[in-house]
């Protein structure tokens, strides 16, 4: 187990002021989770400096973990609350795993790496968080546990695979950044009834590509 010292917890403290002050993100509930959650246990220890800064940082197998600010907008607009089913599309670091267990959903996560997957599988219930993480191709979703009150997808797809739509229950909302391969649009949908399905955008975001049946074909 990593160590979670003052200068961490200092350093923690300064990037929730930052989200708070700079940022214009005002919900306690993800701001409580950001200055609970050690984010450099998720990174390598010599790259432990850099975990407080509001940036995205490479994780290893050419992925990321996101920038602190996208994963507190991606945390807003799901309208998480404690208790609601939750699938997570690209598990990657387990950052974002942890801040949505902290604000007490039940976790389904699924990653396409199978080293990230077992790294971020062991630092979260390292953590104490109980969660559900699979290896596998989440751009179909997971079928077997739908539906969900919540869908989160971690990685840019080329356009919103019908399957994860087809798994969130009546007032549930997926957050899903689509667009080409250098920026994509953070977009949500909210199921209203059954047949209709509301679509909202939140701007311009850039992540690393989603892979899978639905997602970008590897060449
Ligand atoms: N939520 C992560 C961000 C990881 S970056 C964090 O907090 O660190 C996106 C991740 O999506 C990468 O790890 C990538 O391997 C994974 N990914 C890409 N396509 C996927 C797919 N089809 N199914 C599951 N995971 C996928």
Known sequence: MREDSYKHKGLRAQLVQHLRNNRGIDDEA????????PRHFFLDTAFSEHAYADKAFAIGEG????????????????GLQPGDKVLEIGTGSGYQACILLEMGARLFTIEYNRKLFERARKIIEELGYSAN??????????????????????AGAPSVPTALVDQLKVGGKLV??????????????????????KKENFGDFSFVKLKGEFGWKEK
């Open 30 to 37: 993800i701001l409580k989770a950001f200055s609970t959650v």
């Open 63 to 78: 992925q990321t973990i996101s920038q602190p600010y996208t994963v507190a907008v991606q945390t807003s607009l799901l």
């Open 133 to 154: 993480v699979y290896c596998g191709d989440g751009s179909r979703g997971l079928p077997s546990y739908a539906p969900f009150d919540k869908i989160l997808v971690t």
């Open 176 to 197: 899903i950044p689509v667009g080409n391969n250098r920026t994509q649009q953070m977009l949500r949908f909210t199921k209203v009834t059954e047949n209709k399905i």
